[in-house]
Structures are given as C-alpha cells and as structure tokens.
C-alpha cells in the first residue's frame, strides 16, 4: 500500500498525454507523486494492414512507460482489457475500487463522461463513469466490498475528481512552463502521432484556446468535482 497525490485512470495508452500531460509534468516538477492506471490494450488504435493487435498491444505498452516516464509519472498500471472493449459493469467497478484503496490517491483524475455533443469514444464514456462510481462512494464505504476489506484494501476516502475532455469546464491548469515536456511525451506515442505532422500545432493551439480567458498562455482544462468529506 502506497498513497499517490494523483492518479490518473485512462481508457487508452496515450489519452493522459493528450489531454493532461502538461498538467501531469507540473505536478511531478513539483514532486508530487503520480500513477497512471491504463485501463484497455489499444490493441484497436491502427491502420497499418501489417500491424497485429499483439504486436501493437506490446509497443503501445512500451510508448506509454516512455511517455510517463518523460513526465515524471512514478508508476504505470496496465489493467489489459480489449481495446473498445469496456462496460460498466460490478466487476470493471470493483477492479477500480480495489486499485483506488491500493494506491490511496488523494485526487482522481479520468475522462468526463457528461462532455456533451462531441464525438466521444465509449471507451472513455465507460471510464469516466466506472471511475466516479468506483471513487465514490465505492472506494470509501467500509460496508461496501467486505472481500476487498478482509484482503487488505481498507476504504479510501478521494477528495478530488478531475474530468478532462469536460465540456463545461470548471479549472484551468497552467500548462505554459510544461507544454513542451507535454510534446515530448505525446512524441513517444509513435504508433499514434508517427504519421501527424502537424501534431504541435494542432496541440499548441488547442492549449492556448483553453487558456482563452486566464491571465496565463496555455491550459488544460477540466471538470472538478469535491468530493464529499
Ligand atoms: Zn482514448
């Protein structure tokens, strides 16, 4: 049993890097301690005919410890299961209770579920929901997985969820002093970004629009949500 500052739950390898890598590396520049829990393989994410989900679940696993480690994440936690694959259901539930009473962080960070009239993947729309229910109250409740407790996984008490992807976001992250560390780290997604050749613009320009109203250059942007005490 360890306790993290932030953990970060993702569907995919590389969504962390995209939407809150600057975030992430300010965070640990500041010596926080962060995990990363990725929930699917990515075995989905390619267009190469000569590409096999084997193959591909292998350097997608590789390209994301790169990508952590370039923004200073301290662990990486693979759950593997199928790339578009994820269902709300009692056990993908219970598999995040179990791993947020592991690592105890004090803030959830996952895709917001509610973005509203965009293209989301499903993915992420499962995520985001397992995620808050999991946190709360599943994570905290004493009387809530009498298994889980007799093995060890105490109740866990997170004080902060952050949504990104959020359409009505309610914090922005300055990320003006890590958007570089940012690029590098979405770089080692090669089998992702490889083929964008316009990738820092297009990343540049999203994260100064999220900044539009602050008296900072770029952000991230994200719903938060205090948890109850
Ligand atoms: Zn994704």
Known sequence: MSSYYLMAIAAHPDDTEFAIGGTVARLAGEGKDIIYVIATDGSKGSNDPKMTPSRLVEIRKKEQRAAAKVLGVKEVVFLRHEDQGLEDTPKFRKEIVRIVRQYQPEIVAT??????????HRDHRII????????????????????LLSEGFMPHKVKQALLWGASEPNYYSDITGTFDQKMKALRCHISQVGHM????????????????DQLFEMAETFHRIDMPK
């Open 197 to 212: 050749i316009d990738l820092e613009s297009m990343m540049r320009q999203r994260n100064k629009k999220f900044a539009k």
């Open 111 to 120: 895709s917001d579920p509610y973005a509203r009239y965009v293209v989301q």
């Open 128 to 147: 985001g929901r397992v995620v808050l229910d999991a946190i709360f109250p599943g994570a905290r409740d004493r009387l809530a997985y009498p298994d």
